[in-house]
């Protein structure tokens, strides 16, 4: 097959085909989904929502760290590190809820929708750097990759997916504009990020991808000059508005961040075997074979390694490796670090940094990547088939479990206090269930483990039947 035939086949593949089939599968395997524990806060800040005035408050607050939890939750003291500063995230939010409600299949199918056109812009953008069957085979992985399986599909989480399709827009329109210095192109860049800033901090660190990229392309230095100046106002802006509202003089502000900071370090340390597994599209390996997936993991990383010694695009290499690196810095402020998610918004750097390894190699080595990446694929389907099937399994209990509480008046405008509530079924998410699907009537609600601790509290008791599984009537 000649290289004109490659081409075009990628192009539709990559495209049209790939989305489509990567959306019916997901579509198929969600069938049914509900909601699971916190994963609807931003629907209670948007549910609350009376005047523009309090969409305003967004902007004057955009706090999404821990929204709506259980009443006697006490909330860590808010500063510049310890919080994120996201207003347009709950204008999405509350877009997305007026549109939709609570129906959850509606809001788990525009998750995937966001995942599905990333894929095609992914490999427009791609092909500006390899080839169109490399860029078709990266944007393959970035469809099913095992290490999505886990949250995509949340209302929360659905955050990476939509800002993950504004960072390649964004590097994309980038492109162009450092290409053709149209100022069209700038003001795309420019618009998209204020928007992908103000909906996730990500891309705060865009100017340094430019500085990064000006190194190796020193023709269109005067662009990038431009464009690094215009990302860099944009970042500033967004740091001074956080800045004003949680500012460094707040008590604890710096303690904090350094506090935050060593514990995700630490736990990145402790994953680190997972955080490379996800890396290498493993997630799907058995559990319990751990000698044969260090060995597995081993042999990948010393392949790249052998790919990297001979490539004439190091500096390209170098450059994606640090994009990928700079796309993760969020991860450390949390004080945890998860793998997979805060992959997901690194993704296009590591897809780059994979294309680029087996660009210009020969076809032996094209083809045993061909053939790794269709296990990886194969394992993939199957695990991401089973993950969401057991996803799905205690939100249905859950569901299950509230059908006594429905339409009783006495739940409805009384205080309540869920006492010994399994938090593999809910957590302190049983709160906003309750006040979003109206069966109470945002009356407090407590979470506790012991009855000693719901002594503290003038509210309707709650308890739980492990017997039947469920809250029985016997017991409010």
């Not at 998209?192 to 660190?205: A, G, K, L, P």
């Not at 094209?366 to 389907?381: A, K, Y």
């Not at 012991?450 to 309707?460: H, L």
Request: glycine share 6%; hydrophobic share 50%.
């Amino acid at each position: 097959m000649n290289t004109k035939n490659v081409t075009y086949l990628s192009r539709w593949w990559a495209l049209f085909l790939l989305p489509v089939i990567t959306f019916i599968f997901f579509v198929v395997a969600g069938y049914g989904w509900e909601f699971y524990k916190e994963e609807i806060d931003l629907f209670c800040a948007a549910d609350k929502v009376q005047s523009w005035r309090d969409i305003l408050t967004f902007f004057l607050d955009g706090n999404a760290s821990g929204n709506a939890h259980p009443s006697n939750y006490v909330a860590p003291p808010l500063t510049v590190f310890s919080s994120f500063y996201r207003p347009l995230l709950f204008v999405s939010a509350y877009v997305q809820y007026v549109l939709f409600g609570m129906r959850p299949y509606l809001h788990y199918i525009i998750s995937i929708a966001f995942h599905c056109c990333t894929i095609p812009v992914m490999y427009i953008w791609l092909t500006r750097w390899i080839s169109s069957a490399i860029a078709a085979a990266a944007c393959t992985l970035l469809a099913l990759h095992p290490a999505w399986a886990l949250w995509i599909g949340s209302p929360n989480m659905q955050q990476y997916t939509v800002n993950t399709l504004l960072i390649v827009l964004i590097a994309l329109s980038a492109h162009n504009f450092v290409l053709k210095k149209s100022w069209y192109d700038l003001l795309a860049v420019a618009g998209m990020s204020i928007v992908s800033i103000f909906y996730r901090e990500t891309m705060v660190v865009a100017p340094f991808f430019v500085v990064m990229l000006a190194m190796g392309l020193s023709a269109h230095r005067r662009a990038l000059i431009v464009l690094s100046a215009v990302l860099s106002l944009i970042s500033a802006g967004y740091v001074a508005c956080k800045l004003f509202l949680y500012p460094l003089s707040a008590p604890g502000a710096v303690s904090s961040s350094f506090t935050n900071m060593h514990h995700s370090i630490v736990s990145f340390l402790g994953q680190i075997k997972l955080f490379i597994s996800d890396f290498c599209a493993l997630s799907w390996f058995p559990q319990g074979y751990s000698l044969i997936k260090g060995f597995v993991l081993v042999a990948m990383l010393s392949a790249a390694f052998l790919l990297w010694r001979p490539s004439a695009y190091k500096w390209q290499l170098g450059y994606a490796a640090l994009g990928m690196f700079f796309l993760l810095w969020p991860a450390f402020l949390i004080g945890y670090f998860s793998p997979s998610r805060y992959f997901y918004e690194a993704s296009p750097a590591y897809f780059l940094l994979v294309g680029l390894l087996f660009e210009g190699q020969g076809r032996r080595v094209v083809r045993w990547g061909c053939i790794i990446l269709f296990m990886c694929l194969s394992g993939s389907l199957v695990y991401t088939w089973h993950t969401i099937y057991e996803r799905k399994k205690a939100p249905a209990l859950f569901a299950a479990a509230l059908a006594p509480l429905r339409n009783n008046e006495v739940i409805k405008h009384n205080a309540l206090c869920f006492v010994g509530f399994p938090s593999h079924l809910c957590s302190t998410g049983i709160a906003q269930q309750m006040w979003l699907y109206r069966m109470n009537d945002y009356h407090s609600i407590y979470v506790v483990d012991t009855m000693e601790q719901a002594a503290e509290y003038d509210a309707v008791l709650i308890g739980w039947d492990d017997k039947n599984y469920n809250f029985s009537k016997g017991r409010f």
